[in-house]
């Protein structure tokens, strides 16, 4: 098939539907908050290839009839995201190397920036394309959770970063974001520290000033906060690894736009907390002859 619903089974497979897709039809699946959306597969990027460019006229009417299923016979706003077979995966999620549009409407305008996805596919030879595109959601503020600390790999913290508008601001480092640390296991804010969000982004890819006393104000609320760990540490249990995730709060409440495996301490090889061979009791009086010591990075086991 060359398009499928998001929360089609087959969109957890990259190699049908790329690794961004996959790991959105995860949330889908699993009933958490994602924008409705769907998925031009890989074949039909294979299909495009096959083509030599041109887009094949079965692909062409089968974006045209997904986007007006998803729009009820209307033209809505979507956001078109390329999805590579080897993004988001394990080994590295190679964020940002391919390209996102925000606010395409028109099933004809669509269809141009699948084409524009797949033709970008040319900084990774060999890569295959599946293209995400999903409802808009009007971001209030927006962000990034991170199950794991991404300075110390604590896997005790969460940690968001969040601005006011879309997150393209926060993505692109273009503030410094509104930070919060979270206990992850009793689930408190431990620390906030309030950024310079001096841009947000409201529509596409335009940028406004943000002015006044909302450009050092707090976007996200303690409960906001809290809410979105609660489900950082969902999709961490699910996935049965540390999570980065990308979020949204609009009118519909919390939207999660995107979530990819931790790359960085997750593949880093912990030292065990005793030696092999050596027993519990024998490794606690080990620890207490040699007195406290600096906690290393990693938190919960």
Not at 35 to 50: C, E, K, L, N, Y
Not at 145 to 158: A, K, L, Q, W, Y
Not at 191 to 209: F, P, T
Not at 240 to 248: K, L, N, T, Y
Request: proline share 4%.
């Amino acid at each position: 098939m060359f398009t499928r619903a998001l929360d089609d089974p087959a969109c957890a497979d990259p190699a049908e539907a790329g690794g961004k897709a996959a790991g959105l039809a995860g949330l889908a699946r699993a009933g958490l908050p994602v924008s409705a959306g769907f998925v031009v597969t890989v074949p039909a990027h294979r299909a495009f290839v096959a083509a030599r460019g041109t887009v094949p006229a079965a692909v062409a009417d089968a974006v045209r009839q997904s986007y007006e299923r998803l729009g009820g016979g209307k033209d809505v706003a979507v956001a078109v995201r390329s999805s590579g077979t080897t993004e988001d995966g394990t080994t590295a999620s190679l964020a940002g190397r391919f390209d996102t549009w925000l606010d395409v409407t028109g099933a004809e305008a669509v269809l141009d920036h699948v084409r524009r996805c797949w033709t970008g596919t040319a900084r990774s030879p060999g890569t295959g394309m599946g293209v995400v595109v999903q409802r808009m959601v009007r971001a209030r503020a927006a962000g990034v959770m991170f199950t794991v600390s991404p300075v110390t790999g604590d896997r005790s913290r969460i940690v968001v970063e969040a601005g006011w508008g879309l997150g393209l601001a926060v993505v692109g480092g273009e503030i410094t974001p509104d930070r919060w640390t979270v206990d992850k296991v009793g689930l408190t804010v431990l620390e906030r520290v309030a950024g310079d969000k001096r841009i947000e982004y409201r529509r596409g890819h335009l940028a406004v000033a943000v002015t006044g006393a909302r450009r050092e104000r707090l976007c996200l609320s303690d409960d906001e906060v809290l809410e979105l760990a609660a489900l950082g540490k969902r999709v961490e249990r699910e996935e049965g690894r540390a999570q980065d995730v990308e979020f949204a709060f609009g009118d519909d409440g919390l939207v999660l736009l995107q979530r990819r495996p931790e790359t960085v301490w997750s593949n880093r090889a912990r030292p065990p907390r005793f030696a092999a061979g050596q027993g519990v009791t024998a490794w606690i009086g080990a620890a207490v002859t040699a007195g406290p010591t600096q906690q290393s990075p990693g938190g919960l086991t």
